[in-house]
């Protein structure tokens, strides 16, 4: 193969003018355009340098975000000794980590660098909720945040980029960052709901004690918030409907509320909050939206932006969490004209409810 790829390559040289200005060149310009595999993919992740960035660099650096795709990490974190340092030294480990897809990781304090040519943005960096802060003051200095990170995007990352959001409140700093960057399609924008998914699937595997990939079809609703709806309705354990193995009670009573706060039990465990399946679901979400689903037609859940056609009766305009699959282009796609039982309704405009009142205080905010 390789001497035929090398004959047609003398043979077009010699036709090719740019061949007789610039000698060999031409055989470059055309293994860079043709023959080798796709080009890395440039990947900036905001709030690198905190607990869940130490945990999903390597993910991402061992290809089990994007597969056998060369990727190019830039880091984007606060303009700190004590950060800038943590960062030199995390650099240096994916130095030493002996990780072949990883072509370059770069640092940068300066959204407006960091984010030139990005493909993929992952939005760690927010503000914490502090003891004593209103909902109103954390929402501002999240807007903020996310102005800045939207403006940015829009002023120099690929049109074609795919933003994840996951600072909280996710939704919502989400919908802010749209905002600032107009010309990127709504449907490039999604917020991480995938870690309440994956823990609903956890725990109905633990219950029924079956293997994960023997549930499917569990859906998250609404909010990353104590409020979001995780729905087994149409979720079944080796294709049977959860609830002929699971009691009805339990499912509406005991696991919604054990899913709705388990980020809460893990912060009073660890005195700190998720970071390991945070990086877990982040990568999940992005492999899954970018390369498509392990199984054809998975149900999967993405906070996305809600144009009033998905067909459950949500506002428009909201980064609400849906039903989606993803077939491996880059693309999703609601999954529309499920029943919806009359509990299930309830839940879903209650967070919908939550999503609509964080989205006119942060329109209150921004004036
Ligand atoms: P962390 O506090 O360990 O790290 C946050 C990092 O963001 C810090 O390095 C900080 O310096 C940086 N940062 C703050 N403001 C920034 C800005 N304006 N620009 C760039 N960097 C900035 O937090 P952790 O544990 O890594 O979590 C990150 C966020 O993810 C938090 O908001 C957390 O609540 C949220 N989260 C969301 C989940 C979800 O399912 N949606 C799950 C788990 C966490």
Not at 95 to 116: N, Q, R
Not at 156 to 171: E, F, H, Q, T
Not at 209 to 229: E, P
Request: aromatic share 8%; net charge positive.
């Amino acid at each position: 193969m390789s001497c035929f790829v090398g004959l047609y390559d003398s043979f077009r040289a010699c036709f090719n003018p740019r061949s007789i200005k610039s000698g060999r060149d031409v055989n470059k310009a055309y293994y860079m355009d043709f023959v080798q595999p796709q080009k890395p993919i440039k990947v900036t992740i905001t709030g690198v340098a905190g607990q869940i960035g130490y945990a999903l660099l390597p993910m991402i650096a061992n290809g089990d975000m994007f597969g056998n795709r060369e990727v190019i990490i830039t880091g984007i974190d606060l303009n700190i000794e004590a950060v800038k340092q943590n960062m030199k030294g995390i650099m240096m480990e994916l130095e030493d980590g002996y990780y072949p897809l990883l072509k370059a990781v770069k640092f940068e304090t300066d959204p407006e660098i960091g984010f030139k040519g990005a493909d993929v943005a992952i939005l760690l960096g927010a503000f914490p909720r502090k003891q004593g802060m209103e909902r109103k003051d954390l929402m501002e200095k999240n807007i903020s945040i996310f102005k800045t990170m939207g403006t940015a995007i829009e002023n120099n990352a690929s049109k074609d980029i795919k933003i994840l959001v996951v600072g909280n409140p996710a939704n919502t700093n989400c919908l802010v960052c749209s905002k600032y960057a107009p010309s990127i399609p709504k449907k490039n924008f999604s917020a991480l709901t995938r870690l309440d998914h994956n823990r609903a699937k956890g725990q109905i595997s633990l219950k029924a004690g079956v293997q994960l990939n023997d549930v499917k079809d569990v859906i998250i609703w609404g909010n990353h918030s104590s409020t979001q709806y995780p729905d087994t309705t149409h979720a079944t354990i080796q294709g049977k409907p959860v609830d002929q193995l699971i009691s009805k009670s339990w499912l509406q009573k005991d696991f919604v509320s054990m899913i709705q706060t388990r980020g809460a039990a893990i912060i009073n465990a660890r005195k700190a909050s998720s970071a390991l399946s945070a990086a877990r679901a982040i990568t999940n979400h992005m492999h899954d939206w970018v390369c498509g689903t392990a199984i054809k037609g998975e149900v999967v859940s993405m906070a996305v932006y809600s144009d009033g056609t998905e067909g459950y009766n949500i506002k428009e305009g909201l980064m609400y969490s849906f039903p989606v699959t993803c077939p491996g282009n880059g693309t999703f796609e609601v999954k529309k004209g499920l029943p919806i039982d009359g509990f299930s309704a309830q839940k879903m405009k209650e967070t919908e409810q939550e999503l609509s009142e964080e989205r006119d205080l942060a329109n209150q905010i921004l004036g």
